[in-house]
């Protein structure tokens, strides 16, 4: 581990939307700023994400200054979002929580998301994570909270993970999918020079002036399966995963991280397993 780095840092400002790339970031107590703030609704209140669209992966939302976002996808105008004022709320249902959110001010934020997907959407924000949703209670600390996330602040995956994945992959029945790229598992962080599945036994971590407590293992879903670039589905890497790692009846990769400070993280920071 003495030469394990953070390789890579990634955010996604709206859920579901392609990650983005940053030299550094600011880590806040409910995940990476500006990680996961938007999401969008269907007209049930449930939460849309690549598990029913798959075409969301292509879209992308940058972040601008403040917290807003720029909307861009294939064959779509742009569309600038701010944030929206202080309002009332209102509720989405996300697996089995219900978190309040606002509303994008306007009508065009949620027509041209629903334009794009073809069926009504709107766009939500999460303007207070601090008290809008908990981290799961059989995982957390008090007073832990995420944000728009699947359940935990930040996730974690190793390259030497990915490598070991892959070469996995192509001894298998559909070799012809891999070698698979990391953006098929939607991280924030990405060590570089650990052992493959090394994070497995990790419990704090520090990365840079940060530390972080490892909650869970990451129980992967049919997003994992999705193009990030194309939006076409396959079977890797579940079905591999389905094989080779099936850990208390979850498909894992990866590590849900909550983070015990407050700082800025760097690509190329040192990465140490403290415990």
Not at 49 to 66: N, S, Y
Not at 96 to 106: H, M, N, P, S
Not at 220 to 241: I, S
């Amino acid at each position: 581990m003495g030469n394990a780095r953070l390789q890579s840092i990634h955010v996604h400002p709206v859920k579901a939307f392609r990650g983005l790339a940053l030299p550094e970031a600011e880590v806040e107590p409910w995940g990476l700023a500006g990680d996961r703030r938007w999401v969008l609704m269907d007209d049930g209140g449930k939460v849309v994400t690549q598990r029913q669209q798959p075409r969301l992966a292509p879209a992308v939302a940058e972040l601008l200054p403040g917290g807003g976002v720029r909307l861009s996808a294939p064959g779509m105008e742009s569309l600038t979002v701010p944030v929206p004022r202080p309002s009332g709320t209102v509720p989405v249902e996300i697996f089995r929580d219900k978190v309040e959110g606002v509303l994008a001010e306007g009508k065009a934020a949620h027509a041209w998301c629903s334009a794009y997907l073809g069926i009504d959407v709107r766009l939500v924000h999460m303007d207070d994570p601090a008290a809008r949703r908990p981290v799961d209670p059989r995982y957390a600390l008090p007073g832990e909270t995420v944000s728009f996330a699947d359940g935990f602040p930040l996730l974690l995956t190793s390259a030497a993970s990915l490598d070991a994945l892959n070469s996995l992959i192509a001894q298998g029945d559909h070799a012809h999918e891999g070698p698979l790229p990391m953006n098929r598992f939607r991280p924030n962080m990405v060590v570089a020079g650990t052992a493959a599945w090394a994070e497995d036994d990790w419990s704090l971590v520090s990365i840079g002036e940060v530390t972080f407590r490892v909650a869970k293992a990451c129980g992967r879903c049919v997003v994992t399966t999705t193009d990030q670039a194309t939006a076409d589905r396959g079977r890797e890497p579940l079905h591999t995963l389905g094989r080779h790692r099936r850990i208390d009846g979850r498909l894992v990769f990866g590590q849900n991280l909550v983070p015990r400070s407050r700082g800025t993280i760097r690509v190329g920071d040192p990465v140490t397993v403290l415990e």
